[in-house]
Nanobody
Framework: VQLQASGGGLVQAGDSLTVSCAAS????????LGWFRQAPGKEREFVAG?????????SYSDFVKGRFTMTRDNAKNTMYLQMNTLKPEDTAVYYC???????????????????WGQGTLVTVSS
């Protein structure tokens, strides 16, 4: 599967933004999905994930819980990350990823993911 992230941009603190990740080559329904981010000078970190579409659950890192919402649309082969109340510390390149396992809960470990999108830059100004 090939993943293409899009929707990043420059926003102000407190604004909302939704980034998307479209899949091609294969449907997303058979994958565990994740969003990661990498800020300048920092390691890539888990943001949110959705388990295998059969009965998967959504999970979030503590620093985005209550502000970000991850969804998947299997019919459109697209996953989304809706980001509300953005903060300057949310500035990062956001990456989407897919895991071929049947985990019901997405792993926060980068090594669990088999496919990655190219990333989309989100910049939040103060």
């Amino acid at each position: 599967v090939q993943l293409q992230a899009s929707g990043g941009g420059l926003v102000q603190a407190g604004d909302s933004l939704t980034v998307s990740c479209a899949a091609s080559g294969s449907g997303l329904s058979g994958y565990v999905l994740g969003w990661f981010r990498q800020a300048p000078g920092k390691e890539r970190e888990f943001v949110a994930g959705i388990g295998w579409s059969g009965n998967g659950r959504t999970s979030y890192s503590d620093f985005v819980k209550g502000r970000f919402t991850m969804t998947r649309d299997n019919a459109k082969n697209t996953m989304y990350l809706q980001m509300n109340t953005l903060k300057p510390e949310d500035t990062a390149v956001y990456y989407c990823a897919a895991d071929r396992s049947l985990r019901l809960t997405a792993s926060p470990d980068m090594g669990a993911y088999d496919y990655w999108g190219q990333g989309t830059l989100v910049t939040v100004s103060s």
